[in-house]
């Protein structure tokens, strides 16, 4: 299962190719007990995160998917159902599996739907969601089209004005398709920082800024290991961040079938870190707007933004550490790569087997 070595730079930097990470961290899902659709769709997902640099949803994920699916929270095996709700709604359940591979199985009536309807929405419930939201939208952008998508989590975000958490990091991600150039992709938490950036912080020995989140008796601290060791996170923007996880609260939860983010409860699962909630996209199809082709005049907005001195642009960056990694490798310190193929070791032998 282990990987070919990869090369090594100066600093012991090692320098990976996407293809080699993915086909290791399938083998490590595999090795738990997903299936090989989704341990190819996840560690895909994975690899892709890691090759962007969305770090704090890439390999860093692998231990939280491996102990989740040891503690039996989830099952990495299940087949999705797809069910054609009406001419521009689509309903998955996930079947107590990941979400990623309830997206694959609706994608292609998905796609019909909104190109005869001109729009669509979809609606997952059942499903689990551990890793950023930007590749779920991204791909329908590649393809012309307009996607927005919401999911909320486990309860660990204080509303302003409420005494204890009720809203999940509650991730909103939009993507749209830009005529010369890739799409205009965004990704961002409700909360103040997203989850796993305060287990990065935590691990990396790093303070925080104020105003993102709380210990647990309730006050402001800049302690990552405070905030999740009985604490709180913070909503972005004061009650604007809180009315917006509200939101989607309603459309991730309410709407699709899914639990609350109060509702996520795994204390009978030992070890489980994965939020078992539900999704929601919202797909247009641009063209069916008139007037002038959309993606001319997104490209003819950003040119307004750079004249306004706008230097980078959401998603650019990770589009500039893609063509980094796919010209050069994905870098791995040596530990990190050391650690990630201690666990493929563990997972392949007898013992590391649900």
Same mark, same amino acid.
């Given at each position: 299962?282990?990987?070919?070595?990869?090369?090594?730079?100066?600093?012991?930097?090692?320098?990976?190719?996407?293809?080699?990470?993915?086909?290791?961290?399938?083998?490590?899902?595999?090795?738990?007990?997903?299936? *090989?659709? $989704?341990?190819?769709?996840?560690?895909?997902?994975?690899?892709?995160?890691?090759?962007?640099?969305?770090?704090?949803? #890439?390999?860093?994920?692998?231990?939280?998917?491996?102990?989740?699916? !040891?503690?039996? &929270?989830?099952?990495?095996?299940?087949?999705?159902? +797809?069910?054609?709700?009406?001419?521009?709604?689509?309903?998955?359940? *996930?079947?107590?599996?990941?979400?990623?591979?309830?997206?694959?199985?609706?994608?292609?009536?998905?796609?019909?739907?909104?190109?005869?309807?001109?729009?669509?929405?979809?609606?997952?419930?059942?499903?689990?969601?551990?890793?950023?939201? &930007?590749?779920?939208?991204?791909?329908?952008?590649? !393809?012309?089209?307009?996607?927005?998508?919401? $999911?909320?989590?486990?309860? +660990?975000?204080?509303?302003?004005?409420?005494?204890?958490?009720?809203?999940?990091?509650?991730? $909103?991600?939009?993507?749209?398709?830009?005529?010369? !150039?890739?799409?205009? +992709?965004?990704?961002?938490?409700?909360?103040?920082?997203?989850?796993?950036?305060?287990?990065?912080?935590?691990?990396?020995?790093?303070?925080?800024?104020?105003?993102?989140?709380?210990?647990?008796?309730?006050?402001?601290?800049?302690?990552?290991?405070?905030?999740?060791?009985?604490?709180?996170?913070?909503?972005?923007?004061?009650?604007?961040?809180?009315?917006?996880?509200?939101?989607?609260?309603?459309?991730?939860?309410?709407?699709? #079938?899914?639990?609350?983010?109060?509702? +996520?409860? &795994?204390?009978?699962?030992?070890?489980?870190? $994965?939020?078992?909630?539900?999704?929601?996209?919202?797909?247009?199809?641009?063209?069916?707007?008139?007037?002038?082709?959309?993606?001319?005049?997104?490209?003819?907005?950003?040119?307004?933004?750079?004249?306004?001195?706008?230097?980078?642009?959401?998603?650019? !960056?990770?589009?500039?550490?893609?063509?980094?990694?796919?010209?050069? #490798?994905?870098?791995?310190?040596?530990?990190?790569?050391?650690?990630?193929?201690?666990? *493929?070791?563990?997972?392949?032998?007898?013992? #590391?087997?649900?």
């Amino acid at each position: 299962m282990k990987s070919p070595e990869p090369e090594a730079l100066p600093g012991m930097t090692m320098q990976v190719r996407y293809d080699d990470l993915v086909d290791l961290l399938a083998g490590i899902l595999r090795g738990v007990g997903a299936s *090989a659709d $989704v341990a190819r769709l996840i560690a895909g997902n994975c690899a892709a995160c890691e090759r962007d640099g969305s770090k704090s949803h #890439g390999v860093f994920r692998m231990r939280g998917y491996v102990s989740t699916i !040891r503690s039996g &929270w989830l099952d990495p095996a299940a087949v999705p159902v +797809v069910e054609d709700a009406g001419a521009a709604f689509v309903r998955v359940d *996930a079947r107590n599996g990941l979400a990623q591979p309830a997206l694959a199985a609706a994608f292609d009536l998905v796609s019909r739907r909104t190109a005869e309807a001109g729009a669509c929405v979809l609606a997952i419930r059942n499903s689990h969601h551990f890793s950023a939201l &930007w590749p779920d939208v991204e791909v329908f952008a590649e !393809r012309g089209l307009i996607a927005l998508s919401v $999911v909320n989590s486990m309860a +660990v975000t204080v509303p302003v004005g409420a005494r204890r958490p009720v809203f999940g990091t509650n991730p $909103v991600a939009f993507a749209a398709p830009v005529a010369g !150039r890739a799409p205009f +992709v965004f990704d961002m938490a409700t909360s103040a920082w997203a989850h796993g950036d305060i287990q990065l912080a935590r691990r990396e020995g790093r303070q925080l800024p104020p105003d993102v989140g709380l210990d647990r008796h309730g006050n402001p601290t800049t302690d990552p290991g405070a905030i999740l060791d009985g604490g709180a996170l913070l909503p972005f923007g004061s009650h604007k961040g809180s009315a917006l996880s509200m939101m989607i609260e309603l459309l991730g939860a309410a709407l699709t #079938g899914g639990k609350f983010s109060t509702e +996520v409860d &795994w204390s009978g699962h030992p070890g489980a870190v $994965v939020p078992h909630t539900g999704q929601f996209f919202m797909i247009l199809d641009p063209a069916r707007a008139g007037g002038l082709p959309f993606t001319q005049r997104a490209a003819e907005f950003t040119r307004t933004l750079r004249a306004a001195g706008l230097s980078l642009l959401p998603g650019e !960056r990770r589009h500039r550490n893609r063509a980094r990694s796919e010209a050069h #490798g994905i870098a791995f310190t040596r530990k990190e790569w050391d650690d990630l193929n201690a666990l *493929a070791q563990e997972c392949a032998s007898p013992a #590391g087997r649900c």
